[in-house]
């Protein structure tokens, strides 16, 4: 039995070299594995396809006569300094009284003498109502009754301690509308007096 073991072993080495050889063990291997001694066969495939990323179409500006103009915005005109503070009483200066008028404010004159007790004792309650009032459209100027005769005339003032009111395009057009005093004014006497 030994024998046969050892004898059938070279038998069998010898019939898997025999059929090695035959076309009969070839065809038994698969299709897509190539021969030992032949190229593998080249296999066209075809590329995978690249995603592109979709593009807006480009837009070709208008021709020059359909561009729109650009609009230049003006500068604001910036406002006009001036030398009166509106819905406040300061001193009378000529400037500032017709810069006012011109600017269609209604102005209120205190005609005041530093030496007129009265018009010491008023000149407090005069503030306090253009302070209660603060009405943009009236312009308030303390005169002095010993320099500015020329308003006093212009006005038919003939007394300190009166207040005048006044409309007009300028100085010289200017014209009285009311008048207030001479005498003790009280706070709301002089409001009033504004605000109509």
């Given at each position: 039995?030994?024998?046969?073991?050892?004898?059938s072993?070279?038998?069998?080495a010898?019939?898997?070299?025999?059929?090695?050889?035959?076309d009969g063990?070839?065809?038994?291997?698969?299709?897509?594995?190539?021969?030992?001694?032949?190229?593998?066969?080249?296999?066209?495939?075809?590329?995978?396809?690249?995603?592109?990323?979709?593009?807006?179409?480009?837009?070709?500006?208008?021709?020059?006569?359909?561009?729109?103009?650009?609009?230049?915005?003006?500068?604001?005109?910036?406002?006009?300094?001036?030398?009166?503070?509106?819905?406040?009483?300061?001193?009378?200066?000529?400037t500032?009284?017709?810069?006012?008028?011109?600017?269609?404010?209604?102005?209120?004159?205190?005609?005041?003498?530093?030496?007129?007790?009265?018009?010491?004792?008023?000149?407090?309650?005069?503030?306090?109502?253009?302070?209660?009032?603060a009405?943009?459209?009236?312009?308030?100027?303390i005169?002095?009754?010993?320099?500015?005769?020329?308003?006093?005339?212009?006005?038919?003032?003939?007394s300190?301690s009166?207040?005048?009111?006044?409309?007009?395009?300028?100085?010289?057009?200017?014209?009285?509308?009311?008048?207030?005093?001479?005498?003790?004014?009280?706070?709301?006497?002089?409001?009033t007096?504004?605000?109509?």
């Open positions: 039995m030994t024998m046969m073991k050892f004898f072993l070279p038998a069998a010898t019939a898997l070299l025999v059929l090695s050889a035959c063990y070839v065809s038994q291997q698969p299709q897509d594995v190539p021969a030992r001694n032949e190229p593998a066969p080249q296999v066209a495939q075809e590329p995978e396809p690249v995603p592109v990323a979709e593009q807006e179409p480009q837009q070709t500006p208008p021709p020059a006569a359909e561009q729109p103009v650009p609009v230049q915005k003006q500068p604001e005109p910036e406002a006009k300094q001036r030398s009166y503070t509106a819905g406040a009483i300061q001193t009378y200066s000529a500032a009284y017709a810069e006012a008028l011109a600017d269609g404010k209604t102005v209120v004159i205190d005609f005041h003498a530093s030496w007129c007790p009265i018009c010491a004792a008023n000149a407090p309650g005069i503030r306090a109502a253009f302070e209660s009032t009405n943009p459209n009236v312009v308030g100027f005169a002095d009754y010993d320099k500015e005769t020329a308003l006093e005339n212009q006005f038919g003032v003939s300190q009166t207040l005048v009111k006044v409309r007009g395009s300028d100085p010289q057009s200017a014209t009285k509308v009311s008048t207030l005093g001479p005498g003790p004014l009280t706070q709301e006497q002089v409001a007096f504004i605000r109509s």
